[in-house]
């Protein structure tokens, strides 16, 4: 179960921000009854760089002790 504060990794990709699959948002929003998301995506500094409103199938939450996290460079929009 997905709730507020949740990391979740993209599952696919959302070119509009220049975000692709793995990457990863704190759930900012739960949207009914879990069908949505308001997911929101930051830099390594800590800058929003935006903020997408996401279905459910789009993401996946990230287990503790279950994934690690890694580093990639942003696409340029």
């Known amino acids: 179960m ?3 504060c ?3 990794a993209l599952l696919v990709d ?6 692709v699959r ?3 948002g704190t ?3 739960v949207h009914g009854q ?3 998301f ?3 995506f930051v830099n390594a500094g800590g800058k929003t760089i935006g903020v997408e409103t996401l279905r459910a199938e789009q993401v996946k939450k990230i287990e503790d002790g279950k994934a690690i ?3 990639s460079e942003m696409a340029l929009i």
């Open 27 to 29: 759930v900012a929003m």
């Open 38 to 40: 308001e997911v929101e």
């Open 6 to 8: 949740d990391l979740v």
């Open 69 to 71: 996290l890694h580093v």
């Open 34 to 36: 879990r069908e949505g």
């Open 2 to 4: 997905i709730d507020e």
């Open 22 to 24: 793995g990457d990863v």
């Open 14 to 19: 959302s070119p509009d921000l220049g975000l």
